[in-house]
């Protein structure tokens, strides 16, 4: 097998320290690594199986001047929208994190276990997903295939990775000048807590990304458009986003409409069959999966599923995953896997 030129852009943010992290842990097959971020970083060093690789900044003076095989991207949608098309003019194969590109229709929109079909050698920028999207659609693939899903109603309770390292680190800062005030202060001063658009410590928060015009944010409107180019278009689908003061791991409550009866037990088994699924359900043993099971792991658990007694062909679950490796950089290099069979 060949070994590939692969470029991380964004490779110092809280995405990209994963991205690298994942091309080691699956062993994919890099014979060069080039780091790129924003001129901040670069002539930082981060390591790389066991060496230290110099951060480069990015720029289209640097894309002319080197050759890669594919870019991982994870510096923000607008550096996508200015880049990718640069590296695909240069025919890299760029996976974009990014929701720059999702709903493109020239553009695969990819969870590997579902559609890796829509990957092809012609088509050089890729999407990979919102974090949240991919775990849901995960552990929803495979009950849409054995009873068509018609609809879905979720709640998520994201971690506040989501949102880049400077979130994690105003959650850590909020947190401790409470625990420092002897827990006198729980609702801070000062009103301006960013990124956040309210103090995250001991909170939650019902918006995630910016305020669309019905209402909903921008944040549930991925879901929704995501889910149906990646499952089907036909699914009546609606979310609540909410962000809860959780460093990783995002949680999904979703209830799912089926188009015929599927029992709990068979539901179970078609999750447990599915690669990438864990099932942690047992309530007489108090089994489920918490965010804090999901950290650092691969997986996408699923727990909670029970019949909804209110309506026919209806059932609940609750689905969690680290939102930095399934949710980003895990889902981006099994892409990467996929698409160097096909290149
Ligand atoms: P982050 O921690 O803030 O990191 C941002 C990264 O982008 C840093 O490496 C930063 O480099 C780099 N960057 C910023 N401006 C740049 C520029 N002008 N040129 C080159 N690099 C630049 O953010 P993050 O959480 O890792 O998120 C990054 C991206 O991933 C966002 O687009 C976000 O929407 C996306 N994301 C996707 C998922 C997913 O679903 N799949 C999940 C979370 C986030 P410096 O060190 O130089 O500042
Ligand atoms: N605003 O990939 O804030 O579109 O948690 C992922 C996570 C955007 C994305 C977040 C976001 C994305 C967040």
């Not at 790389?48 to 900044?57: A, M, S, T």
């Not at 991207?73 to 640069?86: D, F, L, T, V």
């Not at 827990?183 to 301006?192: I, N, W």
Request: hydrophobic letters at 45%; proline letters at 5%; aromatic letters at 6%.
């Amino acid at each position: 097998m060949r070994n590939y030129k692969v470029g991380v852009a964004g490779a110092t943010g809280a995405v990209g320290r994963e991205m690298i992290k994942m091309l080691e842990r699956l062993d994919f097959p890099v014979g060069e690594i080039r780091l790129l971020a924003s001129s901040r970083s670069a002539g930082k060093k981060l390591v790389f199986k066991g060496r230290e690789i110099e951060v480069e900044e990015l720029s289209p003076e640097w894309i002319a001047a080197n050759d890669l095989d594919m870019v991982i991207m994870s510096a923000g949608g607008s550096i996508s929208e200015k880049y990718a098309p640069i590296f695909r003019d240069k025919k890299v194969y760029v996976i974009d994190n990014s929701s720059a590109w999702r709903m493109d229709k020239d553009v695969p929109l990819v969870v590997p276990e579902i559609n890796s079909a829509a990957l092809s050698k012609d088509k050089h920028i890729i999407a990979n997903p919102n974090c949240s999207t991919i775990q849901m659609v995960h552990a929803l693939a495979p009950l849409h295939r054995k009873a068509l899903i018609k609809r879905i109603i979720a709640v998520t309770f994201q971690a506040v990775s989501g949102a880049g390292q400077k979130a994690i680190d105003e959650l850590e800062k909020e947190t401790a000048r409470i625990v420092e005030s002897g827990f006198t202060e729980k609702k801070l001063p000062g009103g301006d807590f960013p990124p956040f658009p309210r103090q995250i410590a001991f909170n939650c928060i019902p918006q995630i990304d910016v305020f669309m015009e019905n209402a909903f944010t921008k944040e549930e409107m991925k879901m929704v458009n995501e889910t149906k180019k990646i499952l089907d278009p036909r699914i009546d689908i609606s979310v609540t986003c909410v962000r809860v003061p959780v460093f990783r791991g995002h949680s999904e409550a979703v209830n799912v409409e089926l188009s015929e009866e599927l029992s709990v037990s068979e539901a179970r088994k078609l999750l447990e069959k599915e690669p990438g699924i864990k099932v942690i359900d047992d309530p007489a043993s108090l089994k489920y999966p918490t965010a804090l099971d999901a950290d650092g792991e691969l997986e996408t658990f699923v727990g909670r599923i029970r019949k909804d007694e209110s309506r026919a062909n209806c059932l609940w679950m609750w689905i969690v995953s680290d939102n930095l490796l399934k949710g980003a950089a895990l889902n981006a290099v099994q892409i990467a896997q996929k698409l160097i069979d096909i290149i």
